[in-house]
């Protein structure tokens, strides 16, 4: 059930070494695939790594929150193209998100890992040595990757009773004193 997978969905951080089968990768990018967009236009492409040269390379993108990138089966970089949709943060945000969505459905562990408006201590872009390691044309957005694998840690779901729910306002909104 959906509510139920929800609920269960965390980020994942740490994984074990055991590879991820074909099959589930290629469930994980349909999912992508799948998501919608503003005006149908699919302004994103997705970039999948395994090779760990190269996701140590990501994982160098900046200081903190690459840690996934370690442990993970695979990576997919998310990419999207500025100038073919004026919502191309939500529309590569959306099939980040059912990524992980798709991941968690089928036993595995997923983390998105920030790129976009992110630097190394040197001021870097994450986005340069995302291009860079990848050979992703400088036009192009990089908005996050999505780090899956078995996951090597336990997350308890979400208690519905531990939900904000003072972020939801009837009818009008309501000021929180
Ligand atoms: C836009 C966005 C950026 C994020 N960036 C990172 C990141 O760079 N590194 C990381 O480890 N987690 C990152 N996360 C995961 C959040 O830290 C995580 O979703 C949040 O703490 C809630 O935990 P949960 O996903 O287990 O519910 C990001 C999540 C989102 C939605």
Redesign the pocket.
């Known amino acids: 059930m959906l509510h139920e997978l929800l609920l269960k ?5 740490r994984y074990t070494d055991s590879p991820v089968d074909p099959e589930s990768v290629r469930k994980v990018l349909e999912a992508a695939l799948l998501a919608p967009t503003s005006k149908n236009k699919r302004p994103w492409q997705f970039v999948v790594v395994e090779n760990r040269e190269t996701l140590d390379r990501l994982a160098s993108c ?1 200081d ?5 990138i370690a442990t993970a089966a695979f990576a997919v970089v998310v990419v999207v193209d500025s100038s073919q949709s004026d919502c191309f943060v939500e529309d590569s ?1 959306i099939a ?2 059912y990524m ?1 969505l798709q991941a968690t459905d089928l036993g595995l562990g997923a ?5 976009r408006n ?1 630097f190394t201590a040197d001021g870097t872009p994450a986005e340069d040595i995302v291009r860079e390691t990848l050979g992703i044309p400088e036009m192009l957005t990089v908005e ?2 999505v780090t899956v694998g078995h996951p090597d840690e336990e ?1 308890r779901p ?1 208690d519905p009773e531990k939900l904000l729910w003072e972020k939801v306002h009837i009818e009008s909104w309501k000021a929180v004193e």
């Open positions: 969905r965390h980020s994942i951080r900046k903190f929150g690459t840690k996934p945000s980040a998100a992980q983390c998105w890992i920030q790129v992110r996050c990757i997350r979400v």
